[in-house]
């Protein structure tokens, strides 16, 4: 069974830091591409930013793109979001995801398996 685990959020001002990381048991990383998605209260989710199986290709949504950056350890199967200059519109549940393919449009219907998400809260 696959079970999918997101860590690292929590309450930063901003201007501040954060880094997620989202790891997998059940599955390789390295067989999927990932991506991680976020999710404010009223709002829809919103594709973040993915991550090719290999590590090579990666998108970047405009909200965040020079802010924030994805990363692959293959061999730890671990997923990384370091979040730099946080505002507080980036105030949302996080969201890890595995599945097949990752383009501009960080599509969320390519994902099949998801975390339960860790909440990030940027303070003005």
């Known amino acids: 069974q696959v079970q999918v685990v997101e860590s690292g959020g929590g309450l930063v001002q901003a201007g501040g830091s954060l880094r997620l990381s989202c790891t997998a048991s059940?599955?390789?990383?390295?067989?999927?591409?990932m991506g991680w998605f976020r999710q404010a209260p009223g709002k829809e989710r919103e594709g973040v930013s993915c991550?090719?199986?290999?590590?090579?290709?990666?998108y970047y949504s405009d909200s965040v793109k020079g802010r924030f950056t994805i990363s692959l350890d293959n061999a730890k199967n671990t997923l990384y979001l370091q979040m730099n200059s946080l505002k507080p519109e980036d105030t949302a549940m996080y969201y890890c995801?595995?599945?097949?393919?990752?383009?501009?449009?960080?599509?969320?219907?390519?994902?099949?398996?998801w975390g339960q998400g860790t909440q990030v809260t940027v303070s003005s």
């Open positions: 995801a595995a599945g097949t393919g990752c383009n501009e449009y960080i599509a969320a219907h390519l994902y099949t398996y």
């Open positions: 059940g599955l390789t990383f390295e067989n999927y591409a």
């Open positions: 991550i090719s199986w290999n590590g090579i290709t990666t």
